[in-house]
């Protein structure tokens, strides 16, 4: 499996209004979307930077996984996405080098992305996405 290019960045924000704010008015980006993802339980924005974008993750239930998250390790970078072809067959692929994974099938995601997540255990502590349009 190879990656195109990293799709985004997820970072865990405990004020989805304040941290836009900070994005818009410190780094210069304008916030294009906000979603809210019911079976996640977040509230996400986001913003492009070149071909890359940054996705604001506010939890909307603190037993939600960005709630647990910030509970545990504070608002920060949650995790990297890497923009895939086949998110599934990437997720297939993985599987069978010995990765452990979350999510065993891929689900959908923000943006009508197909996603799905490798365990941070088997990734060096980094929780990692990966994504595709199919
Ligand atoms: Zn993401």
């Given at each position: ?74 608002p920060g970078i ?57």
């Amino acid at each position: 499996m190879k990656p195109t290019h990293i799709e985004h960045i997820g970072i865990a924000v405990a004020n989805l209004e304040e941290s836009i704010a900070y994005y818009e008015k410190v780094l210069g980006l304008s916030c294009y979307a906000i979603e809210e993802v019911k079976d996640q339980r977040v509230k996400t924005a986001f913003f492009w930077v070149g071909q890359t974008k940054i996705e604001l993750l506010e939890s909307t239930d603190p037993e939600g996984p960005i709630g647990k998250f910030i509970e545990k390790k504070g608002p920060g970078i949650h995790h990297i996405a890497f923009a895939m072809a086949n998110a599934t067959e990437a997720l297939k692929e993985a599987e069978a080098q010995g990765v452990q994974l979350i999510d065993k099938q891929s689900r959908a995601g923000a943006e009508g992305l197909k996603i799905g997540f490798l365990h941070p255990k088997s990734t060096g502590g980094v929780l990692t996405e990966l994504c595709s349009k199919e």
